[in-house]
């Protein structure tokens, strides 16, 4: 209660005070909800489409990713950019989505051609910056050129590699790639970090 100037209690007072009271609560409430929500919407999300985890499947990706390491996949990259020589990425071979992912690097882009001979990687006639000894050819022992959205992926460990230069994996449409490996889970003696 309140007394005005002139000596009279105003009930109002107190209800006003109530009522300033009683919307700051609300607000409370509801940033709170409208924060929860968000935060859920977000681990779903990031569930869903960043941090989706596989396993390397053999040794093609050594010494960067071992067998049966666990990597974590970036699902929504290739929603806004385009894959890029030098990601490694982890595609279904063929669309086969029935079989474990492949994860391997990007070695040519659409449009480009490829040709390995005498060990080394050549694209569009020059010799690969990338280039790793590749004494295995495959399909790429004569002039390869990639079509629209088609990339041309190996692994690391060229000597002990399945990838696009065996006939039965090819190229690798971008409608096959599930999304970029970015991230390698702690494995062994070697501890968690992005992948390069």
């Given at each position: ?12 007072y ?9 919307i ?32 390397v ?29 030098g ?12 079989t474990?992912?492949y ?66 994996i ?27």
């Amino acid at each position: 209660m309140k007394k005005n100037n002139l000596g009279i209690i105003d009930l109002n007072y107190k209800s006003k005070e109530n009522n300033k009271l009683d919307i700051v609560i609300v607000y409370d409430i509801i940033f709170w909800i409208f924060g929860i929500a968000a935060a859920i919407f977000l681990g779903i999300m990031t569930a869903n489409f960043v941090g989706v985890k596989t396993s390397v499947v053999g040794s093609g990706m050594e010494p960067k990713l071992f067998n049966s390491e666990e990597v974590l996949l970036n699902k929504i990259i290739y929603q806004f950019s385009t894959p890029q020589r030098g990601d490694v990425i982890a595609f279904h071979p063929n669309g086969n989505e029935n079989t474990h992912l492949y994860v391997k690097r990007i070695i040519a882009l659409p449009g480009e051609t490829i040709q390995i001979k005498q060990g080394s990687v050549y694209i569009n006639d020059e010799m690969s910056a990338m280039d790793t000894e590749t004494l295995d050819a495959g399909v790429a022992a004569e002039p390869l050129t990639m079509g629209e959205d088609e990339y041309f992926v190996m692994g690391d460990n060229r000597v002990n590699s399945e990838d696009s230069r065996s006939a039965n994996i090819g190229n690798v449409n971008r409608s096959m790639i599930v999304g970029k490996v970015w991230y390698h889970l702690k494995y062994e003696d070697i501890r968690m970090g992005k992948v390069e």
